[in-house]
Nanobody, 117 residues
Framework: QVQLVESGGGLVQPGWSLRLSCAAS????????MSWYRQAPGKQRELVAV???????NYADSVKGRFTISRDNAKSTVYLQMNSLKPEDTAVYYC???????????WGQGTQVTVSS
């Protein structure tokens, strides 16, 4: 069955870095656009970064220059490298897969990122 399993979250201090991973299984990973979303307490879920099946990337303005999304199709894994973390980056981070030119999508269960001194 389809699975998206996020990992790499944790508690870090402002300015530190984290790398999130999302391991996919049960579908043809290379045929899907992959995204990272986040949801802070009391706020709506927001798009953080997306990488297309062809490798093009796009970022929310709030993370541009600090976060980098990448994918390894051989490992069916998408990554989010987060540098210079700020307290406002605190949220549950979710991985999402969207099949190209279809409405089919899958979500992971989320991983908590807390940035606090």
């Amino acid at each position: 069955q389809v699975q998206l399993v996020e990992s790499g979250g944790g508690l870090v201090q402002p300015g530190w870095s984290l790398r999130l991973s999302c391991a996919a299984s049960g579908f043809t990973f290379s045929s899907y656009h992959m995204s990272w979303y986040r949801q802070a307490p009391g706020k709506q879920r927001e798009l953080v970064a997306v990488i297309t099946s062809g490798g093009s990337t796009n970022y929310a303005d709030s993370v541009k220059g600090r976060f980098t999304i990448s994918r390894d199709n051989a490992k069916s894994t998408v990554y989010l490298q987060m540098n210079s973390l700020k307290p406002e980056d605190t949220a549950v981070y979710y991985c999402k897969a969207n099949r190209v030119v279809t409405p089919i999508s899958y979500w992971g269960q989320g991983t908590q990122v807390t940035v606090s001194s």
